[in-house]
């Protein structure tokens, strides 16, 4: 892919990951070819401040796990109703870093990697 639209897919799609992520990105974008442009636009990434709200209004219930793909955690937090409160706080600072490494793992998949 030409270097053009590899900076057009990271300027776009920057905030769904890892700062630390998008060099990676970057030069497995530059080594694939343009048949994969169409899959790539197809990936739906999870916006992580939007999760962090989730987290913050619905976490107790699990939901944001649910969203995220996470489905034993989410089971458990709706269970135990956030672990009494405790699961629920600590993925208020862990839920934007889970949610940019599935973005992460999902472009993987896509790049076959």
Known sequence: MDNQKVDLFI?????YFEPTQL????ERLQAVDDTKLLALSSIEYKDPSMMLLVSIFAGT???DRFMVGDV??????????GGCGIF???DWFQIQGV???KNFEALMQVLNY
């Open 23 to 26: 060099q990676i990105i970057r």
């Open 88 to 90: 629920a706080l600590i």
């Open 11 to 15: 300027l776009t799609n920057q905030k």
């Open 61 to 63: 219930l699990g939901v």
């Open 72 to 81: 034993g955690i989410g089971v458990a937090k709706l269970l135990t109703g």
């Open 99 to 101: 949610t940019r490494r």
